[in-house]
């Protein structure tokens, strides 16, 4: 990957980041091929743009102030390596944070596959949460 292509990887992966930050489906969708495939390390299973989207609405739902502290982004051959922490509030106004490593495949400039990797355990807080909400 030469030095154009790493900036422009590093570029889809900042914007990506951002729009799901601001909760802008819109450009998270635009972000992804639209056959993309999104897998969690959690429960092994391959989402599809769509459910990934509904993600999106989902932890806006249940957290407040959703944002990413990347700790890493590298472009790595054939897309982009990022470790970040997902920060925000819950309902009842406890801090969360949760660690995760996320390894996207690029093509066409467009994130062609996800794989994200966390500890679920880190994930109780915001399913309680939701839980609550209902």
Known sequence: MNETES??????????VAAIEARDVDTVRRCYAPQARIWHNV?????SVDDNIKGVHWIHKV????????KRRLAIPGGF??????????????AFAMPACVVCTV??????ALDEYLDSAHTRPLVAASQRGR
């Open 81 to 94: 390596l990022q470790e970040h922490v997902l920060r925000g509030t819950l309902p009842g106004g406890e």
């Open 63 to 70: 957290l407040g102030g959703v944002r990413y502290d990347v």
């Open 7 to 16: 900036a422009a990887v590093l570029e889809l992966a900042n914007r990506f």
């Open 43 to 47: 429960d092994g299973k391959v989402q």
């Open 107 to 112: 093509e066409g400039g467009v994130i062609t």
